[in-house]
């Protein structure tokens, strides 16, 4: 099984469950549940026999303490599942953390040197690199890259990464972090072998003493538990996320929820 929380109408949240073994076809939706609250949910999780309840063996899910507490309350024979992506993205979002702040530093440096210019009244030309950027555009630019593996990048990419490292050896050190975690999630090694190489990785990560990156490592770190489940059977949460994108693309279709009892009526036919 699959939890995860989606949007419908007027941001509204709502607890989805689904099966991952009807591949997001009929049968695949379990529950639709308006809220995300434990109370809520286990309220109307009550409805199914407790016997259906224990047979569920493992469920995967993000790292929100609702959904925890959601699964621990209503599926105590599960194996708790945190999904390597969402794991990965929060390692991903502190990366970007430290490009923006180095993006601000030097927006606020060209401020100052263009109100200089001014006063002496001169025109500021910003600084350009080889490949035609600014030092603020080279910041912009290199966003995309900073989530994607080498060996992906095009020519010009790596010629922009290549600056960008060479003028910011903190985002080097950053990156080489977030490609470290996400290629033990990509190794084919069991679980005791995940735990020694996580632990390699705390220690690089505390060793680089970023805030945003310590943030994000002692995150990763405190759930290690659910994430080292992934190893026993490498499950993730993607069916989760391409049901809940063909609710917004049944959503798109029929051009947003105007009635939602009724389309909450023609998703049950579709897909429960």
């Known amino acids: 099984m699959s939890i995860d929380e989606t949007t419908l109408s007027k941001g509204e949240l709502y607890t989805v469950i689904t099966n991952k073994d009807k591949g997001g076809r009929k049968g695949a939706?379990?529950?639709?549940i308006k809220g995300t609250k434990n109370e809520v949910v286990t309220q109307a999780l009550a409805q199914v026999p407790i016997a259906k309840r224990m047979a569920v063996r493992e469920i995967t899910a993000d790292l929100a303490n609702s959904m925890d507490w959601i699964c621990r309350s209503n599926f105590p024979n599960a194996t708790m599942t945190a999904d390597r992506f969402h794991v990965q993205h929060i390692f991903s979002e502190a990366v970007q953390e430290v490009r923006i702040e180095l993006r601000r530093e030097a927006m606020n440096e060209e401020n100052d040197l263009t109100l200089t210019a001014r006063q002496e009244k001169q025109k500021y030309i910003p600084?350009?690199?080889?490949?035609?950027d600014t030092k603020k555009q080279l910041l912009a630019r290199g966003r995309y890259v900073l989530y994607k593996p080498a060996n992906t990048w095009t020519e010009n990419q790596r010629e922009r990464v290549d600056i960008l490292f060479h003028e910011y050896p903190v985002l080097k050190q950053s990156y080489d972090l977030s490609m470290y975690l996400r290629g033990i999630f990509e190794r084919r090694i069991d679980r005791d072998k995940?735990?020694?190489d996580f632990q390699k990785w705390y220690e690089k990560a505390h060793q680089s003493d970023i805030p945003p990156l310590l943030s994000a490592a002692c995150t990763i770190e405190r759930e290690e538990g659910k994430i080292l489940n992934y190893f026993y059977h490498r499950e993730t949460n993607a069916s989760a996320e391409s049901f809940n994108a063909k609710l917004k693309g049944f959503r798109a279709l029929l051009r947003g929820v105007r009635?939602?009892?009724?389309?909450?009526?023609r998703v049950?036919?579709?897909?429960a």
């Open 268 to 271: 049950e036919t579709l897909f």
């Open 127 to 132: 600084k350009t690199y080889a490949n035609g």
């Open 29 to 32: 939706l379990a529950a639709l």
């Open 194 to 196: 995940a735990k020694v």
């Open 259 to 265: 009635d939602i009892k009724f389309f909450l009526f």
